[in-house]
């Protein structure tokens, strides 16, 4: 076991080095971040008013009803509306492989800090917000490494198993946090909410 978590160790070392954001640029092509209106279009409204704590109670009737929680990695569990959580688990699996094939382990150092949180947004500048975060429909997912506080607003240089992570998710239709300044965060982009809403996998 001290071999094991000593490999840890140094993955998450790796994992955690910051990278210049420049390397990856442009990023999020073609994707915007789900709009409000889209989000209660698709799947309905919380019921207001929120606060900035997450209120489970809240969330929309059409988001219980598609609410799953299923093990993507060996720490990180999210619960999220069904749609999205198959598209991660698609995302995390493809990431993992290429990392695997390169001699390294972010599944063994990767972990969420959260997904589902039905609330108001906490923008990353400290001002208050009376926008719906996207967490409130469970499309929207944070991440850390195992031990690590997520990255908030982290400027040019971004930690390095975001910057692996990132081309994933835009390939599969989801916006990342960094366009604004919060780099922990994925959402499923306003189109692909669209295009998930017309071919039926907003249906419980
Ligand atoms: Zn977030």
Request: hydrophobic share 40%.
């Amino acid at each position: 076991m001290a071999k094991k978590s000593k490999v840890a160790q140094g993955e998450l070392a790796y994992y955690a080095a910051m990278v210049p954001l420049q390397g990856l640029l442009p990023i999020n092509v073609g994707l915007k971040p789900a709009r409000e209106e889209t989000m209660i279009s698709a799947l309905g409204s919380p019921e207001m008013p929120l606060t900035i704590q997450d209120q489970p109670d809240r969330a929309s009737p059409l988001v219980k009803a598609l609410k799953v929680t299923e093990r993507l990695s060996i720490n990180a569990a999210p619960t999220g509306i069904k749609p999205a959580i198959a598209s991660l688990a698609g995302i995390l699996k493809d990431a993992f492989a290429q990392e695997d094939q390169a001699g390294h382990d972010l599944e063994s150092v990767l972990d969420d800090d959260g997904m589902l949180a039905v609330r108001y947004r906490r923008p990353t500048n400290g001002h208050p917000s009376t926008k719906i975060s996207n967490h409130s429909w469970g499309t929207a997912i944070d991440f850390r490494l195992v031990g690590h506080d997520p990255p908030a607003n982290t400027h040019g240089m971004i930690p390095r198993f975001i910057a692996v992570l990132l081309p994933f998710f835009n390939g599969a239709g989801w916006y990342s946090g960094i366009s604004f300044s919060d780099t922990m965060h994925f959402e499923v982009a306003d189109d692909t909410i669209h295009k998930w809403a017309t071919d039926g996998a907003l249906k419980p």
